[in-house]
């Protein structure tokens, strides 16, 4: 029986892996296919606006200006052994949180999606800009959510468990 459950706990690991870096290439192709470079569509007014920018490097476009060997080792090489790492310890640790795995695979598919755009393009495709008043952010897309996402559930899972870490309670 605990084989099964191991089974079927790696197939949902993966399955939301897989679904958050779908929805981010899924939204990437749409968004390259249909907007030209720089073009802006204002969805909700100023409040949510739809355009194309190519950033050749990390968030902000840290590290655009890099030396090209330098670039593959810091936004290429690192994150992939990072995800992979990541990945590995949700998969083989069973003393995560649910909350806590789903966390983590929220990361690592967001992770996964603008890896593949660096490799694949040479570049990540942002394409999303919010302006709710006090809420207001730089260029982003689908994947960067998934890391937001992610990052907000394992800071709510630390904030409200009772010891404070990634770890689900002994008596679950």
Same mark, same amino acid.
């Given at each position: 029986? #605990?084989?099964?459950?191991?089974?079927?706990?790696?197939?949902?690991?993966?399955?939301?892996?897989?679904?958050?870096?779908?929805?981010?290439?899924?939204? #990437?192709?749409?968004?390259?296919?249909?907007?030209?470079?720089?073009?802006?569509?204002?969805?909700?007014?100023?409040?949510?606006?739809?355009?194309?920018?190519?950033?050749?490097?990390? &968030?902000?476009?840290?590290? %655009?200006?890099?030396?090209?060997?330098? #670039?593959?080792?810091?936004?290429?090489?690192?994150?992939?052994?990072?995800?992979?790492?990541?990945?590995?310890?949700?998969?083989?640790?069973?003393?995560? %949180? #649910?909350?806590?795995?789903?966390?983590?695979?929220?990361?690592?598919?967001?992770?996964?999606?603008?890896?593949?755009?660096?490799?694949?393009?040479?570049?990540?495709?942002?394409?999303?800009?919010?302006?709710?008043?006090?809420?207001?952010?730089?260029?982003?897309?689908? &994947?960067?959510?998934?890391?937001?996402?992610? %990052?907000?559930?394992?800071?709510?899972?630390?904030?409200?468990?009772?010891?404070?870490?990634?770890?689900?309670?002994?008596?679950?």
């Amino acid at each position: 029986m #605990k084989k099964i459950t191991k089974k079927i706990r790696v197939l949902l690991v993966l399955s939301l892996v897989l679904l958050n870096i779908g929805c981010d290439q899924i939204s #990437k192709t749409v968004v390259r296919q249909t907007i030209a470079p720089n073009q802006r569509i204002e969805v909700f007014e100023n409040n949510l606006v739809l355009t194309k920018v190519e950033n050749s490097g990390a &968030a902000y476009s840290l590290g %655009s200006d890099l030396a090209p060997l330098l #670039k593959i080792i810091l936004l290429q090489i690192l994150p992939i052994i990072v995800l992979l790492f990541l990945l590995r310890l949700i998969l083989i640790n069973t003393n995560y %949180s #649910k909350e806590t795995i789903l966390g983590f695979t929220f990361i690592i598919g967001g992770g996964i999606g603008n890896l593949f755009d660096r490799i694949v393009y040479g570049s990540v495709t942002d394409f999303m800009i919010m302006d709710l008043g006090i809420i207001k952010t730089e260029i982003f897309n689908m &994947a960067d959510v998934s890391i937001m996402v992610g %990052s907000f559930i394992i800071l709510i899972t630390m904030l409200f468990n009772k010891k404070g870490s990634f770890f689900k309670e002994v008596n679950e």
